[in-house]
């Protein structure tokens, strides 16, 4: 399954929610390597979306989400689950070490 | 099947290579790297002194017109990490992350160089926490506080002055008394409102339980001791060469740079041909790199030619 787009209008339902882990990819058009890793995410997502829901957000248009999870540095990607965090990734990462930190998950 | 050239990197001197190497016939496959693909420019923002670009190119619009050129001429782009190298014998043996194997007469090293850390223990802990390498990433994050860049280089001047744009105030640390920047750079900084300079001074810790909430600092000339409070601390003192892969299998020097004869980009090794930051710790400029990525491309074919 493809990844999709989370807003502050959404995210309650989508990921707060959610009744599976959710990973939330806090990511700009401007950083390089948060596009070095949307491809990456766009696989991990279509080989494991029935596990683990994969979003993207903004951090330009939805900057206080980020501020509220105390975003500093992106690429950051934060696991869901029941609503709390219980995972967060910094930074970009090739996909076998990805895979590795999501195991729990996937 | 053998092939007759793979390239390992993808800044301005992997597909420089890249573009003469597929032009010239060699078919080449070139490793481009997962989440480092385009190399340094990648984090940059506007590239100023790139000739033929009137109005500047940013950084990573540059490194995709490379890639895409590269792509023109038929090169195999693949993006994948390289695991492992093997230079010895005849035949050169490239590993990725997926497993597969590419076997090839000749081999063009361009991976470049990292990100120095500073070396405190802190660091690392509080890295994305405060800590970061990449202002054009993380400064938008900061905004409206009060924020530390070390370094004196251009990349310290560069992120310095970006950083404006976000925060309230940036203090430019340096352990020496002068910028090593380049002039132009360095002057920006020097006459920017935001930026204030903090000569002589060396970050001997990072302070923060949860986020970077200070520096510890030392005057490198008085040895006095102080600390300051900072929301972020952005790290710009100069890079390594990405030489882990081929540490003991090829001449490096003394700080891990590809050795190679001079006005040529032939390693110690026949068929090794090394480019770019990875063999370069005087020029450091993406005009560079692609001049010795074209070397090494030409110096490739001729090899493959006897």
């Given at each position: 399954m493809a990844t999709s787009k989370v807003t502050a209008a959404n995210f309650d339902e989508v990921?707060?929610?959610?009744?599976t882990p959710v990973l939330v990819d806090f990511w700009a058009e401007w950083c390089g390597p948060c596009r070095a890793i949307g491809p990456i995410l766009e696989d991990i997502s279509n080989e494991y979306g029935d596990k683990l829901t994969i979003v993207k957000l903004n951090t330009d248009e939805e900057s206080a989400i980020a501020i509220k999870y105390g975003v500093?540095?992106?690429?950051m990607l934060n696991v869901y689950v029941n609503g709390e965090v219980v995972k967060t990734i910094i930074g970009a990462k090739p996909k076998p070490a990805l895979l590795k930190e999501l195991e729990a998950f996937i | 099947m053998i092939r007759d050239l793979v390239i390992v990197g993808s800044g301005p001197a992997g597909y420089t290579a890249a573009i003469y190497a597929s032009r010239a016939q060699l078919n080449p496959v070139q490793y481009?790297?997962?989440?480092?693909?385009?190399?340094?420019?990648?984090?940059?923002?506007?590239?100023?002194?790139?000739?033929?670009?009137v109005d500047g190119v940013m950084g990573p619009v540059l490194m995709e017109d490379m890639r895409k050129q590269a792509a023109r001429f038929g090169t195999e782009l693949i993006t994948d990490d390289v695991v492992e190298i093997d230079l010895k014998g005849e035949i050169k043996t490239v590993k990725d992350g997926s497993g597969n194997v590419v076997q090839a007469r000749a081999v063009i090293l361009a991976m470049g160089s990292a990100y120095k850390k500073i070396?405190?223990?802190n660091e690392d802990r509080l890295s994305g926490r405060g800590v970061s390498w990449c202002a054009t990433c993380d400064?938008?994050?900061?905004?409206?506080q009060v924020i530390a860049v070390v370094g004196g280089g251009d990349s310290a001047v560069e992120e310095a002055t970006f950083l404006t744009k976000f925060a309230s105030k940036v203090v430019l640390i340096h352990?020496?008394?002068?910028?090593?920047?380049s002039k132009i750079m360095a002057d920006r900084a020097l006459n920017h409102p935001k930026i204030e300079m903090l000569w002589n001074t060396e970050v001997v810790d990072i302070l923060g339980?949860?986020?970077?909430?200070g520096l510890a600092l030392k005057?490198?000339?008085?040895?006095e001791l102080s600390e300051r409070d900072f929301t972020g601390l952005f790290v710009a003192i100069g890079h390594i060469p990405r030489s882990e892969l081929i540490i003991g299998q090829i001449d490096l020097d003394n700080e891990g740079y590809v050795k190679v004869e001079a006005r040529s980009t032939?390693?110690?090794?026949?068929g090794v041909f090394a480019c770019g930051d990875l063999v370069d710790h005087?020029?450091?400029?993406a005009i560079t790199a692609a001049g010795s990525g074209c070397q090494a491309a030409l110096d490739a074919e001729k090899f493959l030619s006897h």
């Open positions: 990921v707060l929610k959610s009744s500093t540095s992106i690429p | 481009e790297g997962s989440v480092t693909a385009g190399g340094a420019l990648m984090t940059t923002t506007e590239v100023e002194n790139f000739p033929g670009f070396g405190l223990a400064g938008f994050f900061f905004r409206d352990r020496r008394d002068s910028l090593r920047a339980a949860e986020k970077v909430s005057n490198t000339v008085t040895g032939r390693t110690n090794l026949p005087t020029y450091r400029q």
